[in-house]
């Protein structure tokens, strides 16, 4: 190479190479500055530098906010029945339409078995939520909000409920959840098993599993 330079910062492809006039000797042998040892040499130099006093910071920052993206985190759908507000994992949920009121089944209907409802075409159980969560009948008769049919799958089975109010997901930090009280939490029909705030509101977390195992004691033909 006819143009050298004992010092590192003299970048000689962006002047001499192939990011600059051309007018490298070596080109004619290694055609490409990818291709010499000397790109190589002073690109490997760069990993002996000193690194800079803002370089650490805006590293350290980066750290850091990989660090805060990557706080485990659960993803959930918080909605309203009467004046409570409850969260369900949103993987378990299969889709969100118009509330409709369900046809009710003779004989079968009740507190938890609303009747059925037509899903794009396929009826479904209906339940009332409060009843599977075990709350009062007409636990709180809030502003009516706009109420949605929600439904929820687990394995084979789809389940469909009514709700109040949905106000929508939210990715809740794992470190947020509290233990629910002691006597919620030995309730024999107790579904919630950690409470956390969203919005200046009080959430409690449904154990989706519990309540499913729920159903399909309670709703059996």
Avoid at 107 to 119: E, I, K, T, W, Y
Wanted: charged share 20%.
């Amino acid at each position: 190479m006819t143009n050298t330079k004992a010092d590192n910062d003299y970048l000689c492809w962006r002047e001499i190479g192939t990011a600059g006039d051309g007018s490298c000797d070596l080109l004619g042998e290694y055609v490409h500055c990818r291709n010499c040892p000397q790109y190589s040499a002073i690109g490997r130099t760069l990993f002996d530098r000193e690194m800079s006093a803002d370089y650490r910071q805006e590293v350290s920052e980066e750290l850091a906010a990989a660090a805060a993206v990557t706080e485990e985190t659960e993803s959930l759908l918080i909605l309203r029945t009467g004046s409570e507000w409850f969260a369900l994992r949103t993987q378990r949920f299969e889709g969100i339409s118009t509330y409709q009121k369900p046809y009710v089944v003779p004989f079968r209907s009740g507190s938890l078995l609303a009747g059925l409802v037509n899903v794009n075409g396929e009826l479904l159980l209906c339940i009332s939520l409060e009843a599977a969560l075990g709350l009062p009948p007409g636990s709180g008769t809030e502003t009516a909000g706009r109420p949605r049919l929600c439904v929820v799958g687990n394995g084979n089975e789809r389940f469909a409920f009514g709700v109040d109010e949905i106000l929508g997901v939210r990715h809740v930090p794992s470190r947020k959840m509290q233990h629910v009280p002691v006597t919620l939490a030995k309730s024999p029909s107790a579904q919630v098993i950690s409470c956390f705030e969203v919005d200046g509101r009080n959430v409690g977390l449904i154990d989706e599993q519990r309540l499913f195992n729920s159903l399909d004691r309670s709703l059996q033909w």
